[in-house]
């Protein structure tokens, strides 16, 4: 799946280019359109009582992105084990297919009483959809 963000004047530093903290919000923002994809939007999660922190991420910059250019990033499910996920990002310039960014985030799913949540018991469409994606994505 590819999620395109077209990088505002308000992401950037003062040196003209946006500021390295944007990469992790755009991974988010990939992350939750990667779910409405998915055919499990993130806020049919929330309603079922279940949510879904971030266990880590990391981001490696390749390039400098500006304003004005529009980011495409490629979201791929890399491991799934029915508690705990992870999703890996590419983040290229539309236009020149230049790398910009590469990153990875970590993710569990527990209730919302703060407890793991074993989505094929709790929410088995879910796990469903998850299953096919980790699927798709080897």
């Known amino acids: 799946m590819e999620y395109i963000h077209k990088a505002q004047y308000y992401e950037t ?11 992790i919000r755009w991974m988010e923002e990939a992350r939750i ?3 409405d994809e998915m055919g499990f939007p993130y806020g049919a999660v929330e309603e079922a009582g279940i949510i879904s922190p971030v266990l880590g991420v990391e981001c490696e910059y390749k390039s400098m992105t500006h304003f004005g250019d529009q980011v ?21 310039d539309v236009r020149t297919k230049e790398i910009r960014a590469v990153g990875r985030t970590k993710h569990c799913y527990l209730r919302k009483d703060g407890h793991p949540a074993r989505i094929k018991k709790e929410l088995p ?11 798709e994505a080897n």
């Open 13 to 23: 530093d003062q040196m003209g280019i946006i500021h390295h903290s944007n990469y």
């Open 33 to 35: 359109a990667y779910m």
């Open 72 to 92: 495409g990033i490629e979201v791929k499910l890399m491991s799934f084990g029915g508690l705990k996920y992870e999703l890996s990002y590419i983040m290229k």
């Open 125 to 135: 469409a879910l796990y469903e959809k998850m299953m096919e994606a980790l699927e």
